[in-house]
């Protein structure tokens, strides 16, 4: 009978633990799924980043006989509140003699921080694009949630005079008073203006310009083009930025906790927590580097974790230098002889 019964029993024994092989192996099956999907996501996210970031305009002609006029954002530094962008030009209809000589003079008008603001293109000779360096507003100590806003004016007319009309048919109110206008209100009312088609395009890694639009009040202008440009940090640099963050934060709440136990003598100090402290002093500094296209020192972002983190590893440095000068391990000094 015992031993009928010993099978049975071992039996009972081996269900708990085969359930428990069951559980950790769905619960790594678990795991890995959610890495691998985090992963898959993320590469995603990169692949289709370009096409989120990326902004293309069109600012159609009134009418066949126009400049072809093509904006490209090459460059942004937003520590100067500039936005670099390489213009080329193209002439259709009567006022062309080829793709890029024009039959008439052509006077060019743009809104530039650096350099001229106005540009002749004389009849009969070749039209080469130029570089212009356009104004933004913004403030860049919000990183990564800044945001910066700007617009690019262009005006192209031609020699000769018109009629002028009252300035309410002519310019809206608030295009007139806009800021940055390169032109007054006679310049739009006694000049002639030539037609344009107007592309913008830009796609600068690490910043998106999704938002930009043209001006409304400048639309119904022949020859004035207004751009109004909106543009703040991409969807992967805010990421990247904020897992910086988290690490920053986390390692520094571990050091201070782990300082706190040693001071408190719940935990004896160990050889590799004071060096430990002090390379977290300089390699926090690094590791916000990290941060695509960050700021100097002293950002929001910077009071969120990166600031605390230093002073946490520089007062965790000084509690163990301390602790350890004026504690003594008596358990740890060798035993004094006796006479």
Known sequence: MKEMRTPAMGNRCDRPMEAGDHRS?????????????????????????????????????????????DVNVVNVDLLRSEMTTRISFHVAGQLAEDELTPTSDLQLVVNTIKGQQQFDFAEGRRINPIEAVFPLDGNVNFYPFDRHKGILWIFVTIPGSQQPRPVETMVPEELATSPGLPIGKSSLEKRVQA????????SIPGLTFRGSKSVQGAQSLKGLTGIEVNLQRSLNVVLISMTTMMMMAAMAVGLVIMVLKVVSRRRNMAAFQ???????????????????????????????????????????????????????????LPPTKKD
């Open 274 to 332: 004071i060096p430990m402290a002090v390379s977290l002093i300089f390699g926090l500094p690094a590791l916000r580097n990290v941060q695509p296209g960050v700021p100097p020192p002293g950002t929001f972002g910077d009071s969120i974790a990166f600031t605390w983190a230093e002073i946490a590893a520089a007062s965790s440095a000084v509690a163990l230098i301390v602790h350890w000068l004026f504690s003594r391990n008596l358990d740890s």
């Open 195 to 202: 037609d344009t088609r107007t592309t913008f395009t830009a």
């Open 25 to 69: 192996r769905l619960r790594g099956v678990l795991i890995t799924a959610v890495i691998s999907t985090v992963y898959l996501l993320s590469l995603w996210v990169s692949l289709t980043e370009s096409g989120r970031r990326s902004a293309t305009l069109e600012v159609p002609p009134a009418g066949a006989d126009y400049l072809y006029v």
